[in-house]
C-alpha cells in the first residue's frame, strides 16, 4: 500500500493540502484500489443524504396546515378559557388545607416499611407454593 492510498478519506471531505491533493490526484488513475475506496465512500455519502419530497407533496401538506376552519377559530379559546376556569375553580375549592399536614419522613418510612414486609410474605407464600408443585 503505498502512502497516497491511507490519504482516500482525507481527499474525498477535502482535508488534504495542496500538495497532497496534486499528489493524491496524480496517483488515482493508477490505483484501482483507492478508486474503489472513493466510489464506496460517494455511495455511501449518496445514500445518507435523504431524498426531497417532490415539491407538489410539500404544496399539499402546507396547504392542509394552514387551513383553521370557523369552528377551530371559536372552539380553541374557549376551550383554553374553560380548561383555565376549570382549573382556577379546582384549585379554590381543594386548595390547602391547613388543618392536614404532610406526612414527615417516619410516616413514609414506617408506610414502606409495612409495604415491604407485605410484599416478601406474599413472594414468600407464593414462591413455597412453586417450590411444593415441582
Known sequence: MKKE?????????????QEEM?????H?????LCQK???????VQTALVPPAAPQNVVNAVLAQ?????????????ALGIGAALAAGVFFLVMGPNPSQTAPDNTDWLAYVSVQSDEDFNNFAQEFEIFENEF
Not at 492510498?5 to 493540502?17: Q, S
Not at 475506496?37 to 455511495?43: M, Q, R
Open 65 to 77: 396546515t394552514k387551513k383553521v376552519s370557523f369552528w377551530q377559530k371559536i372552539f380553541r379559546p
Open 5 to 17: 492510498c491511507e490519504n482516500v478519506t482525507l481527499y474525498f471531505y477535502g482535508e488534504l493540502d
Open 37 to 43: 475506496e472513493l466510489s464506496f465512500l460517494e455511495n
Open 22 to 26: 496534486t499528489a493524491f490526484k496524480a
Open 28 to 32: 488515482l488513475p493508477h490505483c484501482p
